[in-house]
């Protein structure tokens, strides 16, 4: 007899959070507290990560339409009163908002996985943050960040497993234009634009080609 483990995974969307604040001040949503509390339980005592979707380019919105912040780009920092950290990127001000939700609810030590990001290459006409320059700069920023370990200002020195979404550009996809253009690569593995994802040994794992590519490190 064969006993097949499968690695199950639930990702969780950033809607998830209490209104607009600082990272440090970031808790979950009331009704979804009590939620949260076993699954985060559970982790912890199977040490196993909590799955998260940071997209800044859906928080753009948020951010006043921050391209530059969103994708890495130099930018006046912006600063946290509460924890006095400064943060020059939206993915470190997501993780750690992610980070504090959990520690207020007792639950500092569940390492935190990127089960999905990324950035569409091509939009419809007058979406200016869609756009090859954005994805080339936000996904190969994420790699290098990735890699460094640098972790973020209230999690500094740590390293995040994490997914690029996605593989391919999905061109038979329904919805706006966005919605076919988040691939790292064409039909014929060529890719999309320059991200760093075939340098330096990070690799696509391409032995389930899905909607992600992981990051090694």
């Known amino acids: 007899m064969f006993l097949f483990i499968h690695q199950v995974t639930s990702a969780h969307a950033l809607n998830m959070f209490q209104g607009l604040t600082v990272p440090s001040l970031a808790r979950f949503r009331i009704d979804l507290t009590e939620t949260f509390k076993p699954v985060l339980q559970f982790h912890q005592q199977n040490k196993s990560p909590f799955m998260i979707n940071p ?3 859906f928080e753009l919105n948020v951010m006043s339409n921050n391209i530059d912040y969103a994708v890495f780009r ?14 020059s990127n939206a993915l470190d001000s997501l993780l750690d908002k992610t980070y504090s939700a959990m520690s207020a609810l007792g639950f500092a030590d569940v390492d935190i996985v990127i089960g999905e990001t990324g950035w569409p290459s091509l939009g419809d006409p007058g979406n200016k943050a869609a756009d090859m320059d954005n994805a080339a700069s936000y996904n190969g920023h994420l790699i290098r960040k990735i890699v ?13 497993e994490t997914y690029i979404f996605a593989l391919f550009n999905e061109n038979q996809k329904p919805g706006p234009l966005t919605e ?3 691939g790292l690569f064409q039909p014929d593995f060529s890719p999309v634009y320059t991200s760093g994802a075939l340098r330096d040994g990070l690799q696509p794992n391409l032995s389930n080609p899905g909607f992600a590519v992981e990051v090694k490190i």
Not at 74 to 87: E, G, I, L, N, R
Not at 148 to 160: A, D, E, I, Q
């Open 55 to 57: 997209y800044p380019y």
């Open 74 to 87: 130099k930018t006046p920092a912006v600063f946290d009163p509460a924890s006095k950290k400064t943060y």
């Open 148 to 160: 460094s370990g640098v972790g973020t200002p209230l999690m500094p020195n740590r390293k995040f």
């Open 180 to 182: 076919k253009n988040w």
